[in-house]
């Protein structure tokens, strides 16, 4: 059974750093990409930044210079570091695994809330 349990969303002020971690489970880690989206309230989910097994990674335009995604192939891991948060970045932060050729396979973490206000 495939398993994302992400953790590390809270509160912080505009300015402030957060770090979201993505353990999995149940998967063939090195066959899949790995990726973080996110979806704020009455918009539609969107792809924030995915890295792949050899460690290419693609960011959002608006993300750029400020998340850095990165994955620990031996712990099963991928972290999203946000600095520099702003109030737009507020939204649910998903956690999605998707295979590298079989991309309809894919998982989804369960989200967990990124509030950036002061």
């Known amino acids: 059974q495939v398993q994302l349990v992400e953790s590390g969303g809270g509160l912080v002020q505009p300015g402030g750093s957060l770090r979201l971690s993505c353990a999995a489970s149940g998967i063939g880690f090195a066959a899949y990409s790995m990726g973080w989206y996110r979806q704020a309230p009455g918009k539609q989910r969107e792809l924030v930044a995915t890295?792949?097994?050899?460690?290419?990674?693609d960011y959002q335009d608006s993300v750029k210079g400020r998340f850095t995604i990165s994955r620990d192939n031996a712990e099963n891991t991928v972290i999203l570091q946000m600095s520099s948060l702003k109030p737009e970045d507020t939204a649910v932060y998903y956690c999605n695994v998707r295979h590298i050729l079989i991309t309809t396979i894919q998982y989804w973490g369960q989200g967990t809330q990124v509030t950036v206000s002061s």
């Open positions: 890295i792949t097994a050899g460690g290419p990674s």
